[in-house]
């Protein structure tokens, strides 16, 4: 399957901690995109990477994208309470522009 | 901001009962899809549109059908609800051509099927 697979499914840090989550999928992609989910919420989108891009910046949120290892991460640095979420990496095969898979995600909990 | 939103927030019906879901986008989105999300399975994509009156089917339509007769309003139907329809349905939608750009997404409705 082209889904990306979230590393860890769950993390559990302090607040001011950072959270690194990771994303490994497949077949080759046109982008990637991370999103986050509140929960019994609908999804949020926190940022795009394309396929030649390496590394993106958004406040407190860096993606990196490594096409060679066909795996992306999403670090969060000085984590909040607000931040606790889930969070899915999606991908957008190259191969078929009228497909677009999400992981299952990863569960952050970030104790005050 | 571009907003999506979903007509129900929470919804209990019984095995047999036909089921709108109503989803609307405010920001002339070509674009829209219905997902559902299960623990463990992440998110699938049910059906999709990419413009009026026109709908493709994503990887899990059996039981759905959907409709499309304003650009900003896309409706999931399930036309006999059963017990293993008992999901998150989210909605969501993107500018342009583009399947794979930017997803904007409802707040979901939780559909529970007794």
């Known amino acids: 399957s082209q889904q990306g697979e979230e590393d860890p499914q769950a993390l559990s840090i302090q607040e001011g901690e950072n959270a690194t989550m990771n994303c490994s999928y497949k077949t080759s992609i046109n982008n990637l995109q991370w999103y986050r989910q509140n929960s019994g919420r609908g999804l949020v989108h926190l940022i795009l990477i394309r396929s030649n891009e390496r590394e993106k910046h958004s406040g407190r949120l860096r993606v990196t994208l490594d096409t060679s290892k066909k795996s992306s991460s999403l670090l969060i640095t000085a984590s909040r309470a607000a931040d606790t979420a889930s969070y899915f990496c999606?991908?957008?095969?190259?191969?078929?522009?009228?497909?677009?898979?999400f992981g299952s995600g990863t569960k952050l909990n970030v104790k005050p | 901001d571009v907003k999506v939103t979903q007509s129900s927030r929470y919804l209990v019906k019984r095995t047999g009962e036909k089921v709108f879901l109503e989803c609307v986008q405010d920001?002339?989105?070509?674009?829209m899809f219905w997902y559902r999300q299960d623990p463990g399975l992440g998110l699938r994509l049910i059906y999709f549109s990419y413009d009026v009156k026109m709908k493709e089917k994503g990887d899990i339509p059996e039981g759905y059908s959907v409709s499309r007769e304003k650009k900003e309003r896309f409706s999931l139907i399930l036309e006999s609800a059963s017990t293993n329809q008992t999901s998150m349905y989210l909605c969501a939608s993107t500018i342009g051509a583009g399947f794979q750009e930017t997803q904007y997404f409802g707040p979901g409705t939780r559909l529970l099927v007794l």
């Open positions: 920001m002339d989105h070509e674009n």
């Open positions: 999606a991908t957008g095969p190259r191969a078929n522009f009228n497909k677009f898979y």
